[in-house]
Every structure is written in structure tokens, then in C-alpha cells.
């Protein structure tokens, strides 16, 4: 254990900093995530072909509207046919990576296909919890809870497809972790 001398304004004497060992971490690569609900990839696939169907519409627009394009509009079919494919593959697998965890002392997301991101929130820096229910969420029974941190205007990670039952329950939690936390602060 070292001890510091105090060259700058912090006015505590006896300030210690010891150094840590990484190596001994927890390790959140360890947990068991939850995964979300498979009517979420409903919700997924009614997006992608939402996009799919507005390129398809503006394509169709170019090959009426564009002469000079009409003698190639096998090239423009292929092109949707191939990103529609390739866009299923990349949401199935997204689908499959994404997950979520709460344990004794924070919430964790995950997400990505290529670039994966995990998300880990202390309990003790939520500010507040939002649960949000889309039109076709709602149909499918599905919620997302969000979790909201200082210092931003938007939420610090949204959880999509969580049963709606289950997704209360969440924000109850977290509700009680924050009151507890700032009970814990006072």
C-alpha cells in the first residue's frame, strides 16, 4: 500500500491509492443473460421489411420515372433480394446475441453482430426507469425498459423485448435499488 503525498488541493491527509489487480476482477463475461423474448424478432423482421419496402418503392420509382435505368432492372432487383437476405442473417443473429442481466449491484446489456457492446450500470447511478410499449410491442405483449443516468437526455440503455409482466417487475426493481441506493446516500 502506497501512500501519497499531497501535492494537489485535496486537503485529506494520510490519502491512500492502492493499486488494483485487473487480473482478479469479476468477470461480466461470466454471466448468464437473459435473452429476449422471441416475439422481439417479429418486432425485427416487421422493421427490416419496412425498410425493404421503401427502397423497393423508391427503386420502382427510378425504373419508372428514369428511362435510362429501365434496361437494368434486373441489377436493382438483385440488389434488394441480396440486402433483404443479408439484412435477415445480420437481425437473426443480433437477435440471438442480445441479452440482459441484473445482478446484486448493476444491470448489464449486450448487443452487436460485428462490434459487440456490453452496457454495465451501477444501481447507485440510475436516476430513473421508464418502461415504453410500442403499437406492435403492445400487441405482442413485449415492453422496453429503459434506464436513464445523469447527466444525459436520453436513456443510457434501452432493454427491447421483455414480456410486459416480466419488464414491471424490472422497473420495480430498479425502482426499489434506486430508493434504496439514495436511502443508503442521506
Known sequence: ?????????????????????????????TVEFSPLQSAYYKIMLFNVGI?????????GCALYFIKNVQPYWY????FIVVTLAVSLIISR??????GFAFRTHDVIYRRGVLAVSTIIIPYNRIQHVALHEGL????????????????GNSSDV???GIAKEHA???????????????????
Not at 443473429?93 to 442480445?98: E, G, P
Open 1 to 29: 500500500m502506497d501512500t501519497v503525498t499531497n501535492n494537489s488541493n485535496d486537503t485529506r491527509e494520510g490519502y491512500v491509492n492502492s493499486s488494483i489487480d485487473t487480473l482478479t476482477l469479476p468477470k461480466f463475461e
Open 51 to 59: 425498410v425493404h419496402l421503401l427502397l423497393a418503392i423508391g427503386l
Open 75 to 78: 441489377v436493382l432487383v438483385a
Open 93 to 98: 443473429i443480433s437477435f440471438k446475441k442480445r
Open 136 to 151: 406492435l410491442s403492445r400487441k405482442l405483449g413485449l415492453a422496453t425498459i429503459e434506464v436513464f443516468t445523469a447527466g
Open 158 to 160: 434501452e432493454i427491447p
Open 168 to 186: 414491471e417487475k424490472i422497473k420495480q426493481l430498479l425502482v426499489g435499488k434506486i430508493v434504496k441506493e439514495q436511502a443508503n446516500e442521506a
